[in-house]
């Protein structure tokens, strides 16, 4: 663990174990560090939503004390396993036998419906302000989209390794958001296809106008 970190869970747990809040100095004092130190690690705390800041109700005369609790809950630091847990998911998938692409297509499908970028009430969306939606949505998703009339190149995979991993059913995912995307905003276009790695360093997304 990195001693900054390392430094801010000691900071962390003498805030758990206080059973009262506590201000910067008494912080200072009970881990024989630096007062602006520890109001470092305590306003990161903060920052991060491990911690809570409150003004200490007033027993007198003078301003009121800052203090700090530690907010219920898990430690929000450390690592995280989404990949794994991608990867439990998409196995669990592949089992399913021959309807666990449509699945992955249909899941995709919803999504797509949820994410894109609708137009106002009333208005139609032509075919180029659609392919427009489609890709900024893409971009938003970090596949570096390319437009060129009918083809959309994908430069960039977000799930490169779970896809090369779980091929089809990754794919049908990425086609399901694209296709979701056009129908939900009606527009005379859908996606016809999707071929992966078509070009050394993209993956070729076909559209169809209707």
Known sequence: MAP???????VLDALRGAGAPLGVADVAERLAVHPNTARFHLDALVADGAAERTLERPSGPGR????????????RG??????LLAQILLSRLAAAGPDARREAESAGREWGRFLVDRPPPFTRTSAGD???????????????????????????????????????????VHLGIMRGALAELDAPVEAEGLEPFAEPAACLARLRRT
Request: hydrophobic fraction near 35%; charge should be negative.
């Open 78 to 83: 450390g690592s995280r396993g989404y990949r």
């Open 64 to 75: 009121p004390r800052t203090v700090y609790t530690a907010r219920p809950g898990m430690d």
């Open 130 to 172: 659609a392919v427009a939606r489609l890709t900024a949505l893409l971009a938003d998703l970090d596949f570096a989209p390319d437009a060129d009339g009918d083809v959309v190149r994908l430069r960039h995979c977000p799930f490169l390794e779970l896809a090369e991993e779980y091929g089809p059913l990754v794919c049908d």
């Open 4 to 10: 900054e970190r390392h430094r801010r869970g000691e």
